[in-house]
């Protein structure tokens, strides 16, 4: 645990004073701050930051975390060399990636929203559950791109394997489970659709959102669903714990193959 | 005293085997140089000491402790890799506190090859400030400043400049006068000549020669360490 929190530490040294760290947070303010003066209703503001979180935060956690585990290859060697065990090795390195990626993101969302903090006090429980649905996404995908860039040796492979899960999950998914209802939609689908989409991080995120306001019915198919069937409590409970799962497998298989692997 | 045994050493990259099971064991005490071309196995078995690589079949045996996924027997190890780097924002300073942090010692900062090497002025730059070079000495200080039992030197001299070259060989050779192992590969063999005792001839994963550097020397009757390498390389004489 001592030397697992040592690691973490120094890892965030490092991330806390790296340009591209501080180049997304930039964006997530200039992108929320523009979003609020643009708009100036809340709940606008609020279904539109969901969209960042379910495309760009994916995709620049997954993006960051595969090209930091192909740059750091000679440091994670040279570490493994010490007295330390692999998976403590592992886990700093992971856990010191979701924190630093995870703060940029939060310090990008909350300082425009508390610039206009009068804006929101209507809001405040949905910008929590943003934030939170951010923080699962970046975690969810720094474990895959873990996963992705320890198993493939070869950085042009990994690197195509981790935009191509981002791209499967935030529009192909979507555009295979729309053709399966289409091509069925005389059979009543809720429950398999339900199914379904609870197997994509990033419908879970949205639903999860839209679940907690009015407008789920607008917003999407699934959600609806969702909310007919458990009801607002439920369903929020149930998102969280398949958000978990899903923090989770990408983690313990990178572990494992981490644990076995020839560096 | 032996410090390090192999095996039947065996470790295989999908088709191509590296190692070709080796046996072999290493002396306490001296300076052993493994040699060898590229490709030959030299790193994979360096790795397979330090547990980097896991061993398709065999064993590996360091201090007494079968290597099996332990991580321990590492705190006896101070290893030179041919090229490691740190986090690019971390500064020189930072980076030896932590490994003192995670070995729980102080790391004897008035260590002279830190003082030889002049690395105190570099304490506040950030990793990827430093040249190639410094970087390699940094390398050095952290194999040699916790004062370890047995020290692995990867082409320990490549990207050095003469001078601190000149300094890490004496250095080598002071922490041999007092009692260390030092196990090293180098391409240039001349520069190895004059300080190592032992060789150990890697060819397409498996040994070829594993004795005193003058008993080969002798019986390949060549006039140096380098024309007795060659004579090994074309199949002469052994």
């Known amino acids: 645990m001592k030397v697992l929190s040592k690691i973490v530490k120094y890892q965030l040294q490092d991330a806390f004073r790296s340009r591209w760290l501080a180049a997304y947070s930039l964006f997530l303010i200039v992108f929320s701050y523009g979003l609020i003066s643009l708009t100036g209703d809340s709940s606008k503001v609020v279904l539109s930051l969901m969209n960042l979180v379910i495309t760009i935060v994916p995709l620049i956690s997954i993006v960051f975390g595969t090209v930091y585990i192909y740059n750091s290859r000679d440091y994670i060697v040279f570490m493994l060399s010490q007295p330390i065990d692999r998976k403590i090795l592992f886990l700093g390195v992971y856990l010191g990636m979701c924190v630093s990626l995870a703060a940029a993101f939060i310090t990008g969302i909350i300082l425009p929203i508390l610039f206009y903090a009068n804006y929101f006090v209507n809001n405040l429980a949905d910008i929590f559950i943003v934030l939170i649905?951010?923080?699962?996404?970046?975690?969810?995908?720094?474990?895959?791109?873990?996963?992705?860039?320890?198993?493939n040796e070869n950085k042009l492979k990994g690197f195509g394997i981790s935009i191509f899960c981002w791209l499967f999950f935030t529009v192909i998914f979507d555009g295979i489970l729309l053709m399966i209802l289409q091509q069925f939609q005389d059979y009543p689908l809720e429950k398999v659709s339900l199914l379904?989409?609870?197997?994509?991080?990033?419908?879970?995120?949205?639903?999860?959102?839209?679940?907690?306001?009015?407008?789920?019915?607008?917003?999407?198919?699934?959600?609806?669903?969702?909310?007919?069937?458990?009801?607002?409590?439920?369903?929020?409970?149930?998102?969280?714990?398949l958000l978990t799962v899903w923090a989770l497998w990408p983690l313990l298989l990178g572990l494992r193959n981490f644990n076995r692997k020839d560096m | 005293m032996t410090a390090i045994t192999a095996e039947n050493l065996i470790k295989d990259f999908g088709d191509f085997r590296a190692i070709d099971k080796i046996s072999l064991s290493i002396a306490g005490g001296e300076i052993t140089a493994i040699v060898g071309p590229n490709g030959s196995g030299k790193t994979t078995f360096i790795k397979s000491i330090l547990g980097l690589v896991k061993p398709t079949s065999g064993n590996i045996i360091v201090n007494g402790v079968k290597l099996n996924g332990t991580f321990k027997y590492?705190?006896?190890?101070?290893?030179?890799?041919?090229q490691a780097s740190f986090p690019e924002n971390i500064t020189v300073k930072e980076t030896i506190d932590?490994?003192?942090?995670?070995?729980?010692?102080?790391?004897?900062?008035?260590?002279?090859?830190?003082?030889?090497f002049n690395l105190q002025k570099e304490y506040n730059k950030k990793i990827k400030t430093l040249s190639g070079g410094t970087k390699q000495?940094?390398?050095?200080?952290?194999?040699?400043?916790?004062?370890?039992?047995?020290?692995?030197?990867?082409?320990?001299?490549?990207?050095l400049d003469p001078y601190a070259s000149g300094i890490l060989k004496?250095?080598?050779?002071?922490?041999?006068?007092?009692?260390?192992?030092?196990?090293?590969?180098?391409?240039?063999?001349?520069?190895?000549e004059d300080m190592v005792e032992?060789?150990?001839f890697l060819l397409e994963g498996s040994i070829r020669y594993n004795g005193k550097v003058n008993d080969l020397i002798e019986r390949t009757s060549s006039s140096n360490l380098e024309r007795a390498i060659a004579s090994l390389i074309s199949g002469v004489a052994v």
């Open chain 2, 137 to 159: 000495k940094l390398n050095a200080v952290i194999a040699f400043i916790f004062d370890p039992e047995i020290l692995i030197l990867d082409e320990p001299t490549a990207g």
């Open chain 2, 98 to 116: 932590l490994l003192c942090d995670i070995r729980n010692k102080t790391g004897d900062l008035s260590e002279e090859l830190i003082n030889k």
């Open chain 2, 198 to 200: 032992n060789v150990i």
């Open chain 1, 196 to 241: 379904i989409i609870s197997i994509n991080p990033i419908d879970l995120a949205r639903i999860w959102i839209t679940l907690s306001y009015d407008i789920s019915s607008l917003m999407g198919y699934t959600s609806a669903v969702i909310k007919d069937i458990y009801g607002t409590g439920w369903g929020s409970f149930i998102t969280i714990l």
């Open chain 1, 133 to 151: 649905s951010g923080i699962f996404e970046t975690i969810i995908f720094i474990g895959l791109s873990f996963y992705i860039a320890i198993k």
């Open chain 2, 74 to 82: 590492r705190e006896q190890i101070g290893y030179m890799p041919q």
């Open chain 2, 170 to 192: 004496d250095k080598i050779l002071s922490v041999r006068k007092g009692g260390k192992t030092i196990l090293l590969t180098s391409h240039i063999l001349s520069e190895l």
